[in-house]
């Protein structure tokens, strides 16, 4: 378990960091968060790539945990329009996480084999999709609005250009669709330090 150690530090980190900044918008679509939280399936990734996928797991159920801990603490923080964290936001972050970072493992194991930039770009844009997909579906389409009936999420229903400028969809669609290209985004640039750590671990074996 110890030489895990860095890698549950980093996830708990990456994920408590998130946690905050989501709360700081950047114009209209976005938040900080979407910055820094792709960054939890590099760590995944490089755990997986370095001591196997039961290893990534343990990595991932550790951030989970975290996330479950931060959410809690959200729930009894009010702000101007309610408890940052309402039951709906937590279930959608919680369940996205879990499934999200699962499926990126299984896949990067999968691919561990192939050309060293598809296992960790293909198996962060499954992770990435499916995670940006649960969460905003969960926390704000006004069809799961029987998980939290008392929290109101009309707002997210509104119909708004995608993007402020493509086909006239719920506000939560273009929410959802602007994280998930950042998502994308940063798993590209994440491909970089993936190379450099994977080219000094194999380095230090040698």
């Given at each position: 378990?110890?030489?895990?150690?860095?890698?549950?530090?980093?996830?708990?980190?990456?994920?408590?960091?998130?946690?905050?900044?989501?709360?700081?918008?950047?114009?209209q679509?976005?938040?900080?968060?979407?910055?820094?939280?792709?960054?939890?399936?590099?760590?995944?990734?490089?755990?997986?790539?370095?001591?196997?996928?039961?290893?990534?797991?343990?990595?991932?159920?550790?951030?989970?945990?975290?996330?479950?801990?931060?959410?809690?603490?959200g729930t009894?923080?009010?702000?101007?329009?309610?408890?940052?964290?309402?039951?709906?936001?937590?279930?959608?972050?919680g369940?996205?996480f879990?499934?999200?970072?699962?499926?990126?493992?299984?896949?990067?194991?999968?691919?561990?084999?192939?050309?060293?930039?598809?296992?960790?770009?293909?198996?962060?844009?499954?992770?990435?999709?499916?995670?940006?997909?649960?969460?905003f579906?969960?926390?704000f389409?006004?069809?799961?609005?029987?998980?939290?009936?008392?929290?109101?999420?009309?707002?997210?229903?509104?119909?708004?250009?995608?993007?402020?400028?493509?086909?006239?969809?719920?506000?939560?669609?273009?929410?959802?669709?602007?994280?998930?290209?950042?998502?994308?985004?940063?798993?590209?640039?994440?491909?970089?330090?993936?190379?450099?750590?994977?080219?000094?671990?194999?380095?230090r074996?040698?």
């Amino acid at each position: 378990m110890k030489k895990l150690l860095p890698g549950v530090i980093a996830m708990a980190v990456i994920v408590v960091v998130s946690n905050i900044l989501v709360q700081y918008p950047i114009g209209q679509w976005l938040t900080w968060g979407a910055f820094s939280y792709p960054f939890a399936f590099l760590v995944s990734e490089l755990v997986n790539r370095f001591y196997g996928l039961a290893a990534a797991r343990r990595v991932v159920y550790a951030g989970f945990v975290v996330g479950l801990i931060c959410s809690a603490i959200g729930t009894q923080i009010m702000g101007e329009f309610g408890p940052l964290v309402t039951m709906r936001v937590a279930l959608g972050s919680g369940l996205a996480f879990l499934v999200g970072q699962l499926l990126d493992v299984s896949v990067f194991d999968k691919l561990r084999r192939a050309e060293w930039w598809r296992a960790p770009f293909l198996s962060s844009l499954a992770g990435s999709s499916i995670d940006t997909v649960l969460f905003f579906t969960l926390a704000f389409s006004s069809a799961f609005i029987w998980l939290e009936p008392a929290n109101d999420v009309s707002w997210a229903a509104g119909q708004v250009p995608l993007l402020g400028a493509g086909p006239e969809v719920p506000l939560w669609v273009s929410l959802a669709v602007a994280d998930w290209c950042v998502k994308v985004l940063v798993d590209l640039l994440a491909l970089m330090p993936f190379r450099i750590a994977v080219a000094k671990y194999a380095a230090r074996l040698a």
